[in-house]
Each structure stands twice: as structure tokens, then as C-alpha cells.
Nanobody, 114 residues
């Protein structure tokens, strides 16, 4: 079973940036699609961004143009660069791996507030 460990969350003001990182266990990281989900209080978990094994990316409409997902297959790492953060981006962010089903890490809290 894969281990996904997120880091980089925190408290920022609107308009600021954060970079989330995810370290994945396993020797064949490069073959999997990876993604970032988030869940705000009282809301369902939603897909924020995903990146295929070949590097193709997709984003939720709410984050297009502000967030960028990337991966480093040499380090088994996935990143989410978040710019121009808004209060509505406040949520627990989960790194995820697609292995027929999405598998998630434990999450990291992102709070955007003035």
C-alpha cells in the first residue's frame, strides 16, 4: 500500500501563495496518475488538480490559472503551487494516487484568512 505524506500547509492571507509537497513511497511512482483533492468543512471532497504519468494536467475550474500541479519522478514527489489564494480555498488538502481507485494521504490544512 502506498504512503502519501503531505507537507507545506499553513495560514496565509488572501492573495498570498503556498506550495504543497507530497512524498510517495514505492519504486514505480512514475506510472501512476497523481492528484490533489481538498475538503472544506461541511463539503464533499473535491478534485483540485491531477497529473498523468505522462505529465498531462487537469484542474478544477475554481483553481485554473492560480494553481499548478507538477511532479518529480526522480524524487517520488508531487507538488501543488497555489497562488492568489482566496478564503474559499481554505480546506484540508490531500495528495492522491490513482491505482484503479484514488488513494489519499492524511492531508494538510490550508487556511486563507485575513
Amino acid at each position: 500500500q502506498v504512503q502519501l505524506v503531505e507537507s507545506g500547509g499553513g495560514l496565509v492571507q488572501p492573495g498570498e501563495s503556498l506550495r504543497l509537497s507530497c512524498a510517495a513511497s514505492g519504486r514505480i511512482f512514475s506510472v501512476y496518475a497523481m492528484g490533489w483533492y481538498r475538503q472544506a468543512p461541511g463539503k464533499q471532497r473535491e478534485l483540485v488538480a491531477r497529473i498523468s504519468s505522462g505529465g498531462t494536467t487537469n484542474y478544477a475550474d475554481s483553481v485554473k490559472g492560480r494553481f499548478t500541479i507538477s511532479r518529480d519522478n526522480t524524487k517520488n514527489m508531487v507538488y501543488l503551487q497555489m497562488n492568489s489564494l482566496k478564503p474559499e480555498d481554505t480546506a484540508v488538502y490531500y495528495c492522491a494516487r490513482y491505482n484503479g481507485l484514488w488513494e489519499w494521504g492524511q492531508g494538510t490544512q490550508v487556511t486563507v484568512s485575513s
